[in-house]
């Protein structure tokens, strides 16, 4: 079953992501996301997988109206990995995400305190989560959020794009 559904998911994923970056085109200009780079003492970074895209994400996801990017940022650390921070996030940049919309922006943060209490449950959004070495990180983890975790880890300076584009 469990088959079926990720194939119906990636069948519908470029028309579903389609509607949903038309509705807001109409309802706001631009579109602004944030992302966390979320790592444990043991230096292993926190990543999501959603119920509606494929791959491994770093945790995050849009700015609501009135809310900063800070505030979105732990609003969806708390909702999509049960984490609390304890001391301040560090921004790392703010990236244009061509390769879904001239229009999107992700800003990214960096946490190193933090609380979890325990990983969640797998919910409609999150269907799995977890802390992983960066030497090993899940098959599927996206090309952007591996540069965000080499940028961070290894002191490389911020690509202004989400990712980098391929060599023609």
Not at 29 to 37: E, I, N, P, S
Not at 100 to 126: C, G, K, M, T, W
Request: charged residues 25%.
């Amino acid at each position: 079953m469990g088959d079926r559904l990720n194939g119906i998911r990636r069948k519908f994923e470029p028309l579903l992501r389609r509607i949903f970056h038309a509705y807001f085109l109409l309802v706001r200009g631009m579109t602004l996301g944030v992302r966390a780079v979320v790592l444990d003492s043991e230096n292993r970074v926190f990543l999501v997988r959603h119920s509606y895209i494929a791959g491994w994400y770093l945790p995050g996801g849009g700015v609501d109206l009135g809310e900063t990017m800070e505030q979105a940022m732990r609003r969806e650390l708390k909702e999509e990995g049960d984490i609390d921070l304890t001391g301040d996030a560090v921004l790392h940049g703010i990236f244009l995400n061509n390769h879904v919309s001239r229009r999107d922006h992700v800003a990214v943060y960096v946490v190193r305190q933090f609380r979890q209490d325990r990983l969640p449950a797998p919910n409609h959004e999150i269907v799995e989560c977890g802390f992983f070495a960066i030497t090993a990180l899940p098959e599927g983890t996206t090309q952007g959020t591996r540069q965000r975790i080499a940028e961070v880890i290894d002191g490389k300076p911020p690509n202004a794009t989400w990712r980098t584009q391929p060599p023609l």
